[in-house]
């Protein structure tokens, strides 16, 4: 018998779920966040979401490292001076 493949649906959700959470904590900590450049599953259910700050073009990102299992932030660090791939559609 072959394994089902995850639900691409279930995957978009979880997807969209993580950068929410990402989004709010950074908000919530005082970031001006411009647009989503990056959010890469690093690891089973630990992702690394990276977004562009104010004001555009000055390079600045936050690095959110989020536990997907545990629905929590476990790490933020701001880098000056970063490039991205460029934002994400939403």
């Given at each position: 018998?072959?394994?089902?493949?995850p639900?691409?649906?279930?995957?978009?959700?979880?997807?969209t779920?993580v950068?929410?959470y990402?989004q709010e904590y950074?908000?919530?900590?005082?970031?001006d966040?411009?647009?989503?450049?990056e959010?890469v599953?690093?690891?089973?259910?630990?992702?690394r979401?990276r977004?562009?700050?104010a004001?555009?073009g000055?390079?600045?990102?936050?690095?959110?490292?989020?536990d997907e299992?545990q629905?929590k932030?476990v790490?933020?660090?701001e880098?000056?001076?970063?490039?991205?791939r460029?934002p994400l559609a939403?």
């Amino acid at each position: 018998m072959r394994p089902e493949t995850p639900n691409s649906v279930q995957n978009e959700l979880g997807y969209t779920d993580v950068i929410r959470y990402g989004q709010e904590y950074a908000t919530t900590s005082g970031y001006d966040v411009l647009e989503v450049s990056e959010a890469v599953e690093t690891r089973p259910n630990y992702w690394r979401i990276r977004f562009g700050l104010a004001p555009r073009g000055s390079g600045k990102v936050l690095d959110v490292e989020f536990d997907e299992a545990q629905r929590k932030v476990v790490g933020a660090t701001e880098v000056a001076g970063a490039t991205g791939r460029g934002p994400l559609a939403p």
